[in-house]
């Protein structure tokens, strides 16, 4: 089983429809991330997270809320999406005393 | 801020042609310094890394050197083929959270 899944892999949604992305790990780890990937811009940090009462905003929060329910699971809303937010979005999950860190395959969201 | 500048794509090869991609940084401190590929549809997975100047990674034939006196860390590989062909990511550890910055990615292509 994946260390790392997100749910769901593919959506298509219409503007102003409110959107969950889900993340789950079975690493342990303190420490997860929300990315956005879009062609030519590379990975771009959403919101991450060291522990269920600690979440911060990244680069581009604008848009997006979080949630940590637990040390493994780690949610991702779009509250009224729109357009722009047409991407690629990715978990990670990090921590066990190395920096590296361990991604999940990726849902691909589209708002029309 | 901190950020990663890698070269552009596509880099179109031949099988067991040289392989190199081009990454400079820019960094308060001493970053961690990684290599991700994306296989197509897949996330990201780690290829190498180094902690401090000097040290090289290397993984799965590819190698990268963390250059401190020119802010670089440029992957290698000697003989590409046609299963290497992804896209390539240089990223670097920000803060005390352990925040990644991408570069924009480098798409690789190995034909036959």
């Known amino acids: 089983d994946a260390d790392v899944t997100q749910t769901p892999r593919n959506r298509i949604t219409k503007t102003g429809k409110r959107i969950m992305l889900e993340c789950s790990q079975t690493?342990?780890?303190?420490?997860m991330y929300w990315y956005r990937q879009d062609p030519g811009l590379g990975l771009r940090l959403i919101y991450y997270?060291?522990?269920?009462?600690?979440?911060n905003k990244g680069e581009i929060s604008d848009g997006y809320s979080v949630s940590r329910q637990a040390q493994a699971k780690f949610s991702l809303s779009l509250e009224s999406a729109i357009p722009n937010q047409t991407a690629l979005y990715f978990c990670?999950?990090?921590?066990?005393?190395?920096?590296?860190?361990?991604f999940g395959p990726g849902t691909r969201l589209t708002v029309l | 801020g901190d950020s990663v500048t890698q070269m552009e794509g596509p880099v179109t090869l031949s099988e067991e042609a040289f392989l190199t991609i081009n990454c400079t940084y820019t960094?308060?401190?001493?970053?961690?310094l990684f290599w991700y590929v994306q296989y197509p549809g897949e996330g990201l997975q780690l290829l190498l890394k180094?902690?401090?100047?000097?040290d090289k990674g290397s993984n799965k034939g590819f190698e990268a050197t963390y250059r401190k006196e020119t802010t670089s860390f440029h992957l290698e590989k000697g003989s590409v083929q046609v299963s290497d062909s992804a896209v390539y990511f240089c990223?670097?550890?920000?803060?005390?959270?352990?925040?990644?910055?991408f570069g924009a990615g480098t798409r690789l292509a190995v034909h036959p």
């Open positions: 997270s060291f522990d269920v009462k600690d979440i």
């Open positions: 960094a308060t401190g001493y970053p961690s």
């Open positions: 990223a670097l550890v920000s803060g005390g959270y352990n925040k990644l910055i």
């Open positions: 990670a999950t990090g921590g066990g005393g190395t920096d590296t860190q361990y």
């Open positions: 180094a902690t401090k100047a000097d």
């Open positions: 690493k342990g780890h303190d420490r």
